[in-house]
């Protein structure tokens, strides 16, 4: 749980710099609202996954933003399945949450202690 939350701070923290501009040189202008929503998701999805609080909830909300970056992988980018911006990366921590979903947060979590 805390590794993919890792994962997703530091993929953020590159994109942080989406809340700050007004025009992206690799983003179309008419998605750049979408990536400032998304970052905010990664953020709070990220301490959400290393507290181990709303897991479920966390889960769901992250895997529908890793399908918004495969399909603009490979639907818009048109970007292979390795190298650089591949979307290998973004499938494996699909599978990931899936079993986290599943698996729930784990004995150190916020969830356990409070709801069980």
């Known amino acids: 749980r805390d590794v993919i939350g890792v994962i997703f701070l530091v993929h953020v923290v590159q994109k942080l710099h989406y809340l700050e ?3 992206a040189g690799v983003i179309p202008s008419k998605y750049l609202f979408l990536f400032r929503v998304v970052s905010v998701f990664e953020i709070a999805g990220a301490v959400s996954l290393f507290l181990g609080f709303f897991i ?10 890793m399908i918004g970056a495969l399909y603009f992988k ?4 048109k970007k292979g399945f ?3 911006s591949g979307w290998e990366l973004d ?5 990931a949450l ?7 947060g784990g004995l150190f979590s916020f969830d356990r202690r409070l709801f069980i």
């Open 21 to 23: 501009t007004r025009h």
């Open 56 to 65: 479920h909830i966390t889960v769901i909300l992250l895997i529908a933003v």
């Open 74 to 77: 490979i639907v818009i980018w």
């Open 82 to 84: 390795t190298g650089e």
């Open 91 to 95: 499938l494996l921590l699909i599978a």
């Open 98 to 104: 899936i079993i986290l979903f599943f698996f729930g």
